[in-house]
């Protein structure tokens, strides 16, 4: 059994800074862990993807240069650094847990938090 907590969501102004925190338990050692997003009316998508070493990480091309992924194993966290944010950040971001690194596809993971909104105005 595998949980994931998201935290960290709010709303902040067009070009600010947010910080997601995904806090897990249970049997998640070498986990890949991946964050996606999904805003009202359209499907989930991926937002970026790290490897449970951490060396490897991956991003969708719509938030590279301004997103940035890391996990801390030792306190079974993973994050997503958002800056220079914009309007279509808007949306409700989700963890999610597999075991297989560099899956983008939302069906590929098996566990998934509840998601945290996050609310950038213009």
């Known amino acids: 059994q595998v949980q994931l907590v998201e935290s960290g969501g709010g709303l902040v102004q067009a070009g600010g800074s947010l910080r997601l925190s995904c806090a897990s338990s249970?049997?998640?050692?070498?986990?890949?862990l991946g964050w996606f997003r999904q805003a009202p009316g359209t499907e989930r998508e991926f937002v970026a993807a790290?490897?449970?070493?951490?060396?490897?990480?991956a991003y969708a091309d719509s938030v590279k240069g301004r997103f940035t992924i890391s996990r801390d194993n030792a306190e079974n966290t993973v994050y997503l650094q958002m800056n220079s944010l914009k309007p279509e950040d808007t949306a409700v971001y989700y963890c999610a847990a597999t075991k297989h690194y560099g899956l983008e596809s939302p069906t590929s993971y098996d566990y998934w938090g509840q998601g945290t909104q996050v609310t950038v105005s213009s």
């Open positions: 790290i490897s449970w070493t951490g060396d490897n990480v």
């Open positions: 249970g049997r998640t050692s070498r986990y890949a």
